[in-house]
């Protein structure tokens, strides 16, 4: 599961989705498109490129039709820091939510 996690094939929903029926209604405004630009937008900001990060995170959400929570609030840290990593930046940090 490890080895599935740190390669990004390990999708939690998806065992959810399957046997959920109030969770996969919950989610169902969450399209492929949408998760295919997440996924590209978090892995800009992981790298480092923060410029593309923002765009996508923002295209994810014109994808959605509404504000995302977590996009929002990456885009809220990199603000922060004006989309420019800080020079001790790893690929993430911990969170205050």
């Given amino acids: 599961m490890y080895e599935k996690l740190i390669n990004n094939k390990f999708k939690i929903w998806e065992n959810y989705e399957k046997n959920d029926s109030d969770f996969s209604l ?3 405004k969450f399209t492929k498109e949408f998760y295919h ?10 790298t480092g490129d923060w410029t ?3 765009k996508h995170f923002e295209i994810a ?6 504000k995302d929570g977590p996009s929002q609030h990456i885009i809220k840290f990199m603000k922060e ?3 420019c990593i800080p020079p ?3 690929g993430g ?3 205050e939510i």
């Fill in 52 to 54: 593309s990060a923002k």
């Fill in 93 to 95: 940090r911990v969170s």
């Fill in 61 to 66: 959400e014109l994808i959605l039709g509404e």
């Fill in 37 to 46: 630009v997440y996924y590209q937008a978090f892995n800009f900001y992981q």
């Fill in 88 to 90: 001790d930046w790893r």
């Fill in 81 to 83: 820091y004006d989309f």
């Fill in 26 to 28: 919950c989610r169902k």
